[in-house]
């Protein structure tokens, strides 16, 4: 058998979540609403993150350090939720599409390595939904649909496009693919049996991203791109509602454009501070880098910020849920790797949870060396590696905790009454 169970192993203060203007009698915390127009502001108060945990339980473990080859993963890049409760995974170190079922056991391979049909070279993208399994095949530039028992039943040509966005699917059943429109990121929901387009949501642009370091050798014939750190950048995800949530980590301001008005997710908090000294050596550190490629070049972006993004990526989950992958690390406490900087990958993943309705549900830290795959609410699937390397892949559970008899009326909102 590939997995095993353990315990857990973060700690949790279960607390209420205020559901109106005021602080809840039971609760730690408190929100306001404001209504502008048609815009929504949900504000919450301040939080101390330690007060807010939620358990964070691991329930399953797939994987091998060695072993049949099914439990032997190369590169986990794609996960999606198969049939009762199953699973479909896309290894890119072995170029195969595999399902398990919910209790980790190898259920089958689906397609092989090929040009011919339901065969497939790269995974640039998967999703599932209404009985369905869609790979997006990269290798031959088109997508491959496949029935749930893995049986192929159509493909269509999609060579994808630039666009900053994933292949994804709605509630409703719709499945979408990335392309750029006019310069504009957008999403095409298309029809599965021949990839004809329905319809397109164009995503919201919230400024430009910022600017790379580069630097072109004196021949002209190498270049290479450096990120300032630090730099907060404009996110776009799609929601599974069917609309698009983004924010710039600038400022704790988190915009669901809902189709009935935007919704606006605001919370104090306080930034964190980027020393004289840390930027200093992190702006010696890139030029070096980039004088290997031209030894005369000199530092030509913006400078590094001398605090750190509120947020560094955005997260929708299937139950509605939004995850704001947050900073929290303080700057002397992140690393670099030769000559790139490699900060926001170091630090734990630590999220702040939000129901749909702008709720705060509290806080999710998960621990080092792990990377989020798909989110389903209360369970999630990551890949972890062990200390030899071996990646596994691993669902937890949060907020498993009983909820307080006591917080059945008086603040605890609904929405994220599963987290309790």
């Known amino acids: 058998m590939g997995h095993r169970r353990s315990a857990t192993f973060l700690v949790t203060v279960v607390l209420a979540v205020a559901c109106g203007s005021e602080t809840s009698p039971v609760g730690r915390w408190s929100h306001s609403v404001e209504q502008i127009g048609d815009t929504t502001i949900v504000r919450t108060g301040a939080v101390d993150d330690s007060q807010a945990l939620l358990a964070v339980r691991e329930v399953l473990r797939i994987g091998m350090a060695e072993g049949p080859d099914e439990y032997i993963f190369g590169r986990i890049t794609h996960v999606v939720p198969g049939r009762q409760e199953g699973l479909y995974v896309w290894d890119r170190g072995t170029a195969e599409l595999r399902e398990f079922d919910k209790r980790g056991r190898f259920v089958r391979r689906i397609g092989r390595v090929g040009s011919g049909p339901g065969e497939y070279r790269f995974g640039a993208g998967l999703t599932s939904t209404s009985g369905r399994v869609v790979l997006w095949d990269g290798g031959n530039g088109r997508v491959n649909v496949y029935d749930s028992s893995g049986a192929f039943l159509d493909s269509w040509q999609y060579s994808g496009s630039i666009a900053r966005l994933e292949m994804v699917s709605d509630t409703a ?6 392309e750029s429109i006019n310069g504009h990121d957008a999403l095409v929901s298309v029809r599965l049996t021949d990839g004809v387009g329905l319809d397109t949501l164009i995503a919201p642009v919230l400024g430009p991203q910022p600017s790379p370091l580069r630097a072109i050798s004196p021949d002209g014939g190498t270049m290479i791109q450096r990120s300032v750190p630090f730099a907060p950048r404009p996110i776009v995800v799609f929601h599974p509602h069917g609309f698009f949530v983004g924010g710039v980590g600038d400022q704790y301001r988190v915009r669901l454009f809902r189709p009935g008005g935007e919704l606006r997710i605001e919370r104090q908090s306080n930034p964190i501070a980027v020393s004289h000294s ?7 550190m890139l030029t070096a880098g980039l004088r290997r490629t031209n030894p005369a070049w000199r530092w030509d972006g913006p400078k590094i910020p001398d605090e750190r993004p509120f947020f560094v990526d955005l997260h929708t989950a299937s139950d509605g849920t939004i995850w704001v992958r947050r900073s929290v690390a303080p700057e002397d406490q992140l690393f670099t790797k030769g000559f790139q900087y490699t900060g926001e990958r170091e630090e734990p993943d630590a999220f702040d949870v939000y129901a749909l309705d702008g709720t705060f549900c509290g806080h999710v830290v998960l621990p080092a060396n792990v990377r989020v795959l798909h989110l389903g609410g209360r369970t999630l699937w990551a890949t972890l590696e062990d200390e030899l390397g071996v990646p596994y892949l691993v669902q ?12 059945a009326n008086g603040g605890t909102s609904l929405h994220c009454a599963g987290y309790r």
Do not use: D, M, T
């Not at 059943?173 to 990335?178: E, I, K, L």
């Not at 840390?278 to 010696?284: G, Q, V």
């Not at 937890?396 to 917080?407: A, H, I, K, S």
């Open 173 to 178: 059943g719709n499945v979408y693919v990335p």
């Open 278 to 284: 840390k930027r200093e050596e992190l702006e010696n």
């Open 396 to 407: 937890f559970e949060v907020g498993r905790e009983p909820r307080r008899p006591e917080l």
